[in-house]
C-alpha cells in the first residue's frame, strides 16, 4: 500500500506517527509543543514536516495545510478521570480533544484516528465528549465509532489498554474492520529485555529473564510537574518486584558483571529498567533515539502509543481507504 497521507497532531516521540508509516501512510505534517519530543522526531525522521507548537495555538491556514489528506491522527495526552469532566472548567487534556475534533473541518481527511484513556470508549463519566465528537463528526458526515485495544495483542510486551475513536467518511464507512490480534501469545518482560539485561555481562540475565514471565503493567510517564521517573503506581510497582525489578526508579545502565540480584534483599538488590529498556516495553525498535534527559525520554516513551498498535491500526484504515486509491489508480 502507497500512496496514503496523515497529519499526527501531539505527535510527542512518534510512536502513532512509526506504526502509521510502517502501515504505509506518509505524513504531511506533524506537530508538538514539547522541545524534547519535537527533537526526537527530527533525529529519527530528518525529512520529516515538523512543528514545534500547541495544538491549541495551532492554525491550519497559516501552515498551509493540504486539504488532501487521507487521515488525521491524534494520540493525545490521557483525558483526566475525574469528577470535572463535563464542567465548564475543562481541563487542558479535555480542551486538546475537542481541539483535534475541531480541526477535521479545517481539513476535512477522509478518516480520523484519536487515541486516549479506555474509559472514553464507554465510560459514564466520559459521555459529554463522546456526545461532542459523535455530533460534529456527524455534521461533517461522517460514521464513527469507539473501541478499546490492548497493545499486549499485538506483540508489544506490556498490557497497555487504549480507547480508540475511528472516524470515517460514510461512504466508505463499511468498509473499516477494527484491528484484530497479531500474536496468539503475549511477549514476556524476560523475552523482551533479555537480550539487553546480558549485554554487559551479567550473569543473572538469563535468570531474571525466566522471572520476568509476563507481560509489563501499563508504563506511566507522568507529567512535567511530577518528579523523577518511575514506572508506575503502587499496584504496577508490586507487579514488577514480583519479576525482580526495582520500580520506583530508573536505571541509567543495564546491568554489569558485579551486579547481584537477590529480589529478598530489598530494591537495592533488584535490577532498574532503563529508558532505552523502557521504549522496547513500548515496542519501539532498538534504532527510534528519544532525546532529552532521563526523566524527560521516559516521559516521552510513557506517553506514546505504542509503534505496533500503530501500525495495526494503520492497516486497517489503508484496507478501508484502498478502494479509493485502486479507482483513481485506474483512472
Given at each position: 500500500?502507497?500512496g496514503?497521507?496523515?497529519?499526527?497532531?501531539?505527535s510527542?516521540a512518534?510512536?502513532?506517527?512509526?506504526?502509521?508509516?510502517?502501515?504505509g501512510?506518509e505524513?504531511?505534517?506533524?506537530l508538538?509543543e514539547?522541545e524534547?519530543?519535537?527533537?526526537?522526531?527530527?533525529?529519527n525522521?530528518?525529512r520529516w514536516?515538523?512543528?514545534h507548537?500547541?495544538?491549541l495555538?495551532f492554525?491550519?491556514?497559516e501552515?498551509?495545510?493540504?486539504?488532501?489528506?487521507?487521515?488525521l491522527?491524534?494520540?493525545?495526552?490521557?483525558?483526566k478521570?475525574?469528577?470535572?469532566v463535563?464542567?465548564?472548567?475543562s481541563?487542558?487534556?479535555?480542551?486538546l480533544l475537542?481541539?483535534?475534533v475541531?480541526?477535521?473541518?479545517?481539513?476535512?481527511?477522509?478518516?480520523v484516528l484519536?487515541?486516549n484513556v479506555?474509559?472514553l470508549?464507554?465510560?459514564d463519566?466520559?459521555?459529554?465528549?463522546?456526545?461532542?465528537?459523535?455530533?460534529?463528526l456527524?455534521?461533517?458526515g461522517?460514521?464513527?465509532?469507539?473501541?478499546?485495544m490492548?497493545?499486549v495483542?499485538f506483540?508489544?510486551p506490556?498490557?497497555?489498554?487504549?480507547?480508540?475513536?475511528?472516524?470515517?467518511?460514510?461512504?466508505r464507512?463499511r468498509a473499516?474492520?477494527?484491528?484484530?490480534?497479531t500474536v496468539?501469545?503475549?511477549?514476556?518482560?524476560?523475552?523482551?529485555?533479555?537480550?539487553?539485561?546480558?549485554s554487559?555481562g551479567?550473569?543473572?540475565?538469563?535468570?531474571?529473564?525466566?522471572?520476568?514471565?509476563?507481560?509489563?503493567?501499563?508504563?506511566v510517564?507522568g507529567?512535567k510537574n511530577?518528579?523523577?521517573a518511575d514506572l508506575g503506581?503502587?499496584?504496577?510497582?508490586?507487579?514488577?518486584?514480583t519479576?525482580?525489578?526495582n520500580?520506583?526508579?530508573?536505571?541509567?545502565t543495564v546491568?554489569?558483571?558485579e551486579?547481584?540480584w537477590?529480589p529478598e534483599?530489598?530494591?537495592d538488590?533488584?535490577?532498574k529498567?532503563?529508558?532505552?529498556q523502557?521504549a522496547l516495553?513500548?515496542?519501539f525498535?532498538?534504532?527510534?533515539?528519544i532525546a532529552?534527559?532521563?526523566?524527560?525520554?521516559y516521559?516521552?516513551?510513557?506517553?506514546?502509543?505504542p509503534?505496533?498498535?500503530?501500525?495495526a491500526?494503520?492497516?486497517?484504515?489503508?484496507?478501508?481507504?484502498?478502494g479509493?486509491?485502486?479507482?483513481?489508480?485506474?483512472g
Open positions: 500500500m502507497s496514503l497521507t496523515f497529519v499526527d497532531v501531539c510527542g512518534g510512536g502513532l506517527a512509526h506504526g502509521l508509516e510502517r502501515a501512510f505524513p504531511r505534517l506533524l508538538d514539547d524534547a519530543a519535537v527533537t526526537t522526531l527530527r533525529t525522521r530528518p514536516n515538523v512543528l507548537t500547541d495544538l495555538d492554525d491550519p491556514a501552515h498551509r495545510v493540504s486539504y488532501d489528506v487521507d487521515l491522527a491524534a494520540g493525545l495526552p490521557r483525558v478521570s475525574s469528577a470535572t463535563g464542567r465548564a472548567d481541563s487542558t487534556e479535555e480542551r475537542e481541539a483535534a475541531y480541526l477535521v473541518h479545517a481539513i476535512r481527511p477522509r478518516a484519536i487515541e479506555p474509559g470508549a464507554h465510560s463519566e466520559y459521555r459529554r465528549l463522546r456526545d461532542f465528537a459523535r455530533a460534529e456527524a455534521h461533517l461522517y460514521e464513527f465509532s469507539w473501541f478499546v490492548n497493545a495483542d506483540g508489544v506490556q498490557s497497555r489498554k487504549q480507547g480508540v475513536l475511528v472516524a470515517v467518511e460514510r461512504h464507512a473499516f474492520r477494527p484491528p484484530t490480534a496468539r501469545e503475549p511477549t514476556t518482560v524476560g523475552a523482551a529485555l533479555g537480550p539487553s539485561m546480558a554487559r551479567w550473569r543473572d540475565a538469563a535468570r531474571w529473564a525466566a522471572q520476568a514471565d509476563r507481560p509489563a503493567p501499563t508504563l510517564g507529567s511530577r518528579g523523577g503506581p503502587t499496584g504496577a510497582k508490586r507487579t514488577w518486584a519479576m525482580g525489578v520500580a520506583h526508579t530508573l536505571g541509567d546491568p554489569g558483571p551486579f547481584i537477590d534483599l530489598g530494591r538488590n533488584m535490577v529498567i532503563t529508558a532505552e523502557a516495553l513500548q515496542g525498535p532498538e534504532s527510534w533515539a532529552g534527559l532521563k526523566t524527560a525520554r516521559r516521552q516513551i510513557g506517553h506514546a502509543t509503534p505496533p498498535v500503530g501500525e491500526l494503520g492497516r486497517a484504515f489503508a484496507e478501508a481507504l484502498s479509493d486509491l485502486e479507482a483513481s489508480a485506474a
